[in-house]
């Protein structure tokens, strides 16, 4: 009709990746985030709330009957282990029918781990051909938030693999930001002494807000 106004397109909202070194409470934070989007949709966002994609890597350990002493006993089940979920959790984004997704974990973990565990030539060839290419794209237009080790999270639920010390902890988790870097893939870290599960849930929507509507 003459003289009306185009409607502004409501923008995509980010996918947001929940990612970090075992034990930062990742799963926990995707669960309270799923919650906050059920209960506040953002009139500015006309979707569905997010879906929650956890525990891919568990569902790898079970379905292919791996352990966690795999992973630091045997570095060709490790890298098969790492192979394996990373195809897991490209077919769980590839699932979504909600038009977006929360997740806590990223294909990019699995390339850590196998660099910790296995050797950082066959993590390399991980992150080579077009299904990496696919992933990595789709990290870069999301919302990354890296969890800082150093919190409370830290106890053995007899599944999960333990990092040996803090030490170890620690390390994985600068395996994440040099990984990130050498990726380019823009991330913010939530440090440990933001504890209160409601402050951190609020650290992520303002990220999330900021990306999603370019808030600077």
Request: charged share 20%.
């Amino acid at each position: 009709m003459a003289g009306t106004e185009p409607q502004a397109q409501q923008p995509l909202p980010r996918n947001i990746y929940i990612i970090g070194a075992q034990s930062t409470g990742k799963t926990t934070l995707v669960t309270a985030l799923g919650e906050h989007f059920a209960q506040h949709q953002d009139p500015r966002v006309d979707f569905e709330p997010p879906q929650q994609l956890k525990e891919v890597a568990r569902g790898v350990l079970k379905s292919h009957n791996f352990t966690a002493g795999d992973i630091t006993n045997s570095k060709s089940r490790a890298l098969e282990l790492q192979r394996l979920i990373i195809e897991a959790q490209k077919k769980a984004e590839e699932s979504v029918s909600t038009g977006w997704y929360i997740a806590d974990r990223s294909a990019l973990d699995a390339v850590v781990y196998a660099r910790q565990y296995v050797g950082a030539a066959e993590a390399f060839n991980l992150r080579q051909g077009a299904l990496w290419h696919v992933i990595e794209e789709r990290m870069k237009a999301g919302v990354v938030i890296l969890c800082a080790p150093g919190g409370q999270w830290l106890i053995d639920d007899g599944v999960r693999l333990m990092p040996r010390d803090q030490a170890e902890w620690f390390e994985i988790h600068s395996q994440f930001v040099d990984l990130l870097a050498e990726c380019g893939i823009e991330y913010i870290v939530l440090p440990c002494s933001i504890v209160g599960l409601d402050e951190r849930v609020q650290f992520v929507i303002d990220m999330w807000q900021r990306k999603t509507f370019h808030i600077q």
